[in-house]
């Protein structure tokens, strides 16, 4: 069984930041990328953000305000989010691409319960 576990959501007023964290627990060989994702109201998901072996990718939304990073030794995933706008308001999920044991030669993808973002103006 795998789990991903986010915290950091919280309240903040526009222009404000904040850090979201994810950390991914048990029956994992491997894990390929990690992202954040969000979902407004009403909105459908979209992609914040993703690291893969290094390699970072952002929507443009987060250009210049989101940074992800990656702990590869303690499979956690961070977002520090600045500058944060009324617009940021969603759920944001954690992300993982997981290989449970070496026999799986797939990764399938996994996400946390997500956490509420909310910026007041």
């Known amino acids: 069984q795998v789990q991903l576990v986010e915290s950091g959501g919280g309240l903040v007023q526009a222009g404000g930041s904040l850090t979201l964290s994810c950390a991914a627990s048990?029956?994992?060989?491997?894990?390929?990328?990690m992202g954040w994702y969000r979902q407004a109201s009403g909105k459908q998901r979209e992609l914040v953000a993703e690291i893969t072996r290094g390699v970072t990718n952002y929507a443009e939304f987060a250009k210049g305000r989101f940074t992800i990073s990656r702990d590869y030794a303690r499979n956690t995933v961070t977002l520090q989010m600045s500058s944060l706008q009324p617009e940021d308001t969603a759920v944001y999920y954690c992300?993982?691409?997981?290989?449970?044991?070496?026999?799986?030669?797939?990764?399938?993808?996994?996400w946390g319960q997500g956490t509420q973002v909310t910026v007041s103006s």
């Open positions: 048990g029956s994992i060989f491997n894990i390929n990328g």
């Open positions: 992300n993982a691409n997981i290989r449970r044991n070496p026999s799986i030669t797939v990764y399938s993808p996994y």
